[in-house]
């Protein structure tokens, strides 16, 4: 059964065509439009197949067709007006030009994560995240493992920067959202974002000292944040997924039980994921999967739970 999965980190977009009887097809677009081509050649092929959209905050399971202009904002927690390259754009196009293509959630959304982990969090791992948990429990149960009884930490690290998730007998329990590696690079990190919604103006730092110390601070907390929920949760096991696995094991230096899982192409676990969790919601040999991670079960928003 032919699928996709689309994948929009860092301004990139990528597409995965997916089925389990012959290799992944699998392409990276700079620009949007790119894509809508390449969309629109792929279903000329293969009118009905299921898609998987980039799905930010996320929401819960809903076909493009159905998308509300609240459904927008929340997935991208932007405006809709926010420009052509944008994922709320894209999603607003996706939904006259590809109707039956899917929304999905959020780690946040899932039933699974016990409550008071939702309190006050926007970000407990993107919908990227758990598309590439998706493609994990997919890679593992074909070596033959318990998908019910998998306990796991997994990594995804890359320009986009890093994410952590705690797998607990074959169920996402915790995760810790996404934050940016700075690294040189223009997007903001945490600090930036809170003191600009708060009307502070920075002072540039030193650009040689700040670009020195950013990836020390990067990987060192990385390492803590690992550390702590390996600990917390009584794991064992942790797979390192992205672009930057390689760079994240040496930064680590040995002293986490990490490995790396078998990719297609490095980077695009979240496309193939997505396109795992395409093939599942209609019908497909991965059900079992989105039937595991209760994506069907999904029923919070990004902004409950979060106090006034």
């Known amino acids: 059964m032919l699928s996709a999965g689309i994948d929009w980190q860092a301004g990139t ?16 677009f700079a620009r949007v439009s790119h894509l809508w081509e390449f969309l629109e050649e792929t279903r000329l092929v293969s009118a009905a197949i299921p898609i998987v959209l980039p799905s930010g905050f996320g929401i819960p399971v809903t ?10 904002r929340e997935i991208a927690l932007e405006s809709l007006s926010a ?17 039956m293509a899917f929304c999905i959630p959020a780690v946040k959304l899932l039933p699974t994560l016990p409550l008071h982990r939702k309190c006050n969090r926007f970000d407990l791992g993107t919908a990227d995240m758990l598309c590439i948990a998706a493609w994990v429990f997919h890679s593992l149960e074909r070596t033959g493992r318990d998908c019910a009884a998998l306990a796991f930490l997994l990594m995804d690290v890359g320009s986009a920067g890093r994410a952590l998730l705690a797998v607990q007998a074959g ?23 809170l003191l600009a919604a708060r009307g502070f103006e920075l002072r540039r730092a030193r650009e040689s000292r700040r670009h020195k110390e950013e990836p020390i601070a990067f990987w060192e907390g990385m390492a803590k944040e690992s550390h702590a929920l390996l600990a917390y949760h009584g794991l064992s096991e942790a797979f390192i997924t992205g672009e930057w696995h390689r760079e994240a094991a040496a930064a680590l230096g040995g002293c986490l039980p990490c490995a790396a899982l078998p990719v297609p192409g490095e980077g695009y676990e979240s496309a193939l994921g997505a396109a795992v969790l395409a093939a599942g919601l ?11 991670l209760g994506l069907r079960e999904a029923r919070d928003r990004v902004l409950d739970w979060i106090a006034p």
């Open 13 to 28: 977009w990528k597409i995965a065509l997916w089925d389990e009887a012959r290799a992944a097809d699998l392409h990276t």
């Open 63 to 72: 076909r493009a067709r159905d998308l509300l202009d609240r459904d927008i």
């Open 83 to 99: 420009g052509p390259e944008s994922l709320g754009d894209f999603l607003a196009e996706a939904r006259r030009r590809i109707p």
């Open 171 to 193: 169920r996402i329990t915790d995760g810790i959202g996404r934050t940016t590696p700075g690294l040189g690079r223009p997007a903001p990190n945490d600090a930036q974002t």
């Open 282 to 292: 209609t019908g497909g040999a991965t059900a079992w999967i989105v039937d595991r």
